[in-house]
């Protein structure tokens, strides 16, 4: 049946067995939703998002036998079966005779004053609310808790297949609902935390963490009554609704947040740690809330297409979306630490070791002088030449330009969410108050790790590798003596800024100094911290 004329049909109060005096028609990108005085009845529109393919009667039928039976778990009341409507001689009815052109959910109305967003619009939600919310979702995560063999499907490859999925399908909108800056940073810190925390993913699988949830948990689908009504959760694919708890949680969180809630969203968050006793979700909140973000953005852009939405409502759509692709970036800018760590020292000192450990342990980006001076020359990174200190590729003004173009290459790898360590002897105070200009101009914290090492050390180090063959650096020990007559020793760097490391030590050994001496943020990613409330809604 023609669904113009379907949506016609249920628009008229007449239609209903039951007496009403109005309907009221809800439209999303997949459905429209007709409320009577005393019912809903639902209708899902014949398309197909990849994820989702509502396109024949079967499938639609399918699904919205598959709602009834999943909703019931937290509205057992409410949901009260498929009705289909059928039309004989050009009338269409509910359940009377004839063909069966579409089916319906039809549920018991709830009433709309106690609908979560507008108990927060009056000013009536507190703590106790939400407090009382989180023990629900607790109880039914606890009785949703899948085998680890189903639980599979969210492990760290299903949630990222989930991922790069949502970013192919929102790439037709970078540049006009989404900056090609901000995508390209959500992107990379997605891929990122997904690089650093493979084990977390792993052990949320194998701990019971993954539940046959709601996946769709957000203010308008909440009722506050006693008790607290939970409905309209994800039928249409498996693996949106099976999800680690944190993402269920998370996304209500983002929501109270996005809508200027956020003290409630806090009150949420830590009345489901201590009634599920999750503690490590804390971990992978910043991430889900990204991702949640990042959903709705999408839900939203998908409206932006959609032919049936008038033009005229498309306009406050459209903002919706770039204020959900904003908040997106703003939860990624917590799940990685953007930071520039940038080593010092003579050569020989053992920096470029640290720096290459540090990287592969916590996926950070290395730019390596050595490397930048032979690409600028055209040589390849493994070409040794033995140039006097200060001559050649060596003379002042060669460094300077390498130096130059290490911090070019840095800038964009931490635009986009990348931390970054330039490994160089950066000897100079004006190699260091460089680099130091650039991480104050793009906002993320500077460190410089100052690698000492005694000349014995020294010495025995650049006889060995003037031995090996494939190696990078041209350190020799005239260098050395040169780069000592000229270091300016990094005393303009204040403490909180600068680490001093005994590089004669193992490098695993320093690798344990700096976890016990900077903050855990800044070699790993935070997790947690509520961000600011998002701008409020108009």
């Not at 628009?11 to 439209?27: A, G, H, K, L, M």
């Not at 192919?168 to 540049?175: D, L, N, P």
């Not at 925390?197 to 194998?206: E, G, K, M, P």
């Not at 350190?475 to 303009?492: C, D, M, S, T």
């Amino acid at each position: 049946m023609d669904l113009d004329r379907l949506v016609q049909r249920l628009s008229d109060p007449n239609f209903y067995p039951e007496p009403t005096r109005d309907v009221e028609v809800i439209q999303t990108h997949i459905s429209y939703i007709f409320l009577t005085d005393a019912h809903a009845y639902t209708v899902k529109k014949p398309v197909d998002f990849g994820f989702l393919d509502y396109t024949t009667l079967a499938k639609r039928l399918e699904c919205c036998e598959r709602e009834i039976a999943l909703n019931s778990r937290l509205c057992p009341d409410i949901y009260l079966g498929v009705v289909p409507l059928r039309e004989k001689d050009g009338e269409l009815s509910l359940g009377g005779p004839g063909e069966t052109v579409e089916y319906a959910v039809r549920m018991k109305r709830l009433p709309q004053e106690r609908m979560l967003r507008r108990v927060l619009a009056r000013g009536e939600g507190d703590d106790a609310l939400f407090h009382r919310m989180a023990r629900v979702v607790a109880d039914f995560h606890a009785r949703a808790v899948l085998s680890p063999a189903a639980g599979a499907l969210k492990g760290l490859d299903g949630v990222k297949l989930n991922c790069d999925e949502n970013f192919a399908q929102t790439e037709k909108y970078v540049g006009t609902l989404v900056p090609v800056a901000a995508f390209d940073f959500i992107r990379t810190s997605t891929n990122l935390f997904f690089q650093r925390h493979s084990a977390l993913f792993a052990r949320r699988v194998s701990e019971g963490r993954i539940v046959d949830g709601h996946g769709d948990l957000h203010l308008d689908s909440i009722c506050a009554t006693d008790p607290i009504r939970i409905f309209d959760c994800i039928e249409f694919n498996e693996r949106f609704r099976i999800q680690d708890v944190t993402e269920e949680v998370a996304f209500l969180a983002m929501d109270l947040e996005f809508h200027g809630y956020a003290p409630f969203a806090k009150a949420f968050v830590d009345a489901y740690v201590e009634a599920s006793g999750d503690a490590e979700l804390l971990e992978l909140l910043a991430f889900y809330k990204t991702y949640r973000a990042y959903v709705r953005a999408k839900v939203s852009s998908f409206a932006v297409d959609d032919p049936r939405i008038p033009e005229q409502a498309k306009e406050a759509i459209r903002t919706t979306a770039s204020r959900y692709y904003e908040l997106a970036a703003h939860y990624a800018a917590a799940c990685n630490p953007q930071r520039l760590i940038v080593t010092c020292g003579l050569t020989g000192s053992g920096k470029s070791t640290l720096a290459r450990k540090i990287a592969e342990l916590y996926a950070l980006q290395v730019v390596r002088s050595d490397v930048v001076r032979k690409e600028i020359l055209g040589l390849a990174p493994d070409a040794r030449r033995h140039v006097p200190f200060d001559q050649g590729e060596y003379a002042p003004s060669m460094t300077e330009r390498t130096y130059a173009a290490m911090l070019e290459r840095a800038a964009p790898l931490l635009r986009v969410g990348h931390a970054v360590i330039l490994d160089g002897c950066f000897i100079r105070r004006s190699q260091r108050r460089n680099a130091r200009k650039l991480a104050r101009r793009l906002g993320v914290p500077f460190l410089l790790l100052e690698c000492r090492t005694n000349e014995e050390v020294i010495r025995e180090r650049l006889e060995r590798r003037g031995q090996k063959t494939g190696v990078v650096s041209d350190g020799r020990w005239e260098i050395y003596h040169g780069q000592l007559r000229e270091f300016e020793p990094p005393e303009e760097i204040p403490g909180d800024e600068r680490v001093v490391l005994d590089r004669s030590k193992p490098v695993e050994e320093l690798l344990h100094e700096l976890a016990a001496v900077l903050p855990r943020e800044w070699l790993d990613a935070p997790g947690v911290g509520i961000p600011t409330a998002a701008a409020p809604t108009s």
